[in-house]
């Protein structure tokens, strides 16, 4: 079966086009691009499409090209995994979907997962079945904005790859101080994870990913389509 994902963001929209499990194509647009989505979906003729958004989604069935089963992933959506948050209507549906990748990456694997995107989110899952929680704490770009808006001095950093422990200048003692932490923040929560639940499998995905990869310590895997591999689970799991 032939299928059609997409993760609809503030200002990008990212999909993919599936044969089965297989990622055939991928795609990132600036903004919800209805002609290309029009020409992939007359090019490939997908028979079922899943929707996450965080604004108000795209509809296909809108589209003159496409015609297939629909889903809009929400807080009601049936998921191959329980569910242990406490307020799952206010679970962001990009967190779901690339814990679903993960469980479809590594089925029966107790994981961490890390988005380093605009926000750096931790997620939990157990034994491959149960999602347990996770944590959200500002990205990069965030901080170093941050640092920058909320002084009257501080000058805004971008990210670099070498970093010294202690920086011998502001700009250093920025990007050292941001860049480093995260870096201590991931190593810390990994070594929490393990200690806690036994979990030593760690996937990253998000635009940062490659960045901060480099850096850790420990293996861990990088997947930047992991939402849309989750999507696609997510999707055969209710076709």
Same mark, same amino acid.
């Given at each position: 079966?032939?299928?059609?994902?997409?993760?609809?963001?503030?200002?990008?929209?990212?999909?993919?086009?599936?044969?089965?499990?297989?990622?055939?194509?991928?795609?990132?647009?600036?903004?919800?691009?209805?002609?290309?989505?029009?020409?992939?979906?007359?090019?490939?003729?997908?028979?079922?499409?899943?929707?996450?958004?965080?604004?108000?989604?795209?509809?296909?069935?809108?589209?003159?090209?496409?015609?297939?089963?629909?889903?809009?992933?929400?807080?009601?959506?049936?998921?191959?995994?329980?569910?242990?948050?406490?307020?799952?209507?206010?679970?962001?549906?990009?967190?779901?979907?690339?814990?679903?990748?993960?469980? +479809?990456?590594?089925?029966?694997?107790?994981?961490?997962?890390?988005? +380093?995107?605009? &926000?750096?989110?931790?997620e939990v899952l157990l034994n491959g079945q149960h999602y347990y929680g996770g944590n959200i704490s500002?990205?990069?770009?965030?901080?170093?904005? &941050?640092?920058?808006?909320?002084?009257?001095?501080?000058?805004?950093?971008?990210?670099?790859?070498?970093?010294?422990?202690?920086?011998?200048?502001?700009?250093? &003692?920025?990007?050292?101080?941001?860049?480093?932490?995260?870096?201590?923040?991931?190593?810390?929560?990994? +070594?929490a994870c393990l200690d806690k639940w036994g979990i030593d499998k760690t996937i990253i995905t998000g635009?940062?990913?490659?960045?901060?990869?480099?850096?850790?310590?420990?293996?861990?895997?990088?997947?930047?389509?992991?939402?849309?591999?989750?999507?696609?689970?997510?999707?055969?799991?209710?076709?």
């Open positions: 079966m032939i299928k059609i994902v997409i993760d609809q963001g503030n200002s990008a929209i990212k999909y993919g086009i599936f044969d089965k499990d297989k990622l055939i194509l991928a795609e990132t647009a600036d903004g919800p691009d209805q002609n290309r989505l029009r020409k992939v979906i007359s090019d490939y003729q997908p028979e079922a499409a899943i929707i996450s958004s965080v604004t108000e989604p795209l509809d296909l069935s809108s589209l003159p090209a496409f015609s297939g089963r629909l889903i809009v992933l929400d807080n009601n959506t049936p998921l191959p995994f329980s569910i242990g948050y406490k307020t799952p209507e206010t679970l962001g549906r990009d967190r779901i979907a690339a814990v679903s990748g993960a469980q +479809a990456l590594f089925p029966g694997t107790s994981l961490l997962i890390i988005d +380093a995107g605009t &926000a750096l989110t931790y500002p990205g990069l770009s965030m901080r170093f904005k &941050a640092l920058n808006s909320f002084t009257s001095k501080l000058p805004l950093v971008d990210k670099q790859e070498n970093c010294p422990l202690a920086g011998q200048s502001t700009q250093e &003692a920025i990007a050292s101080g941001v860049i480093n932490g995260m870096v201590f923040e991931m190593e810390g929560y990994r +070594a635009g940062d990913s490659d960045f901060f990869a480099r850096k850790l310590k420990n293996p861990i895997f990088v997947n930047q389509n992991l939402v849309l591999v989750g999507l696609n689970r997510i999707l055969e799991y209710n076709v």
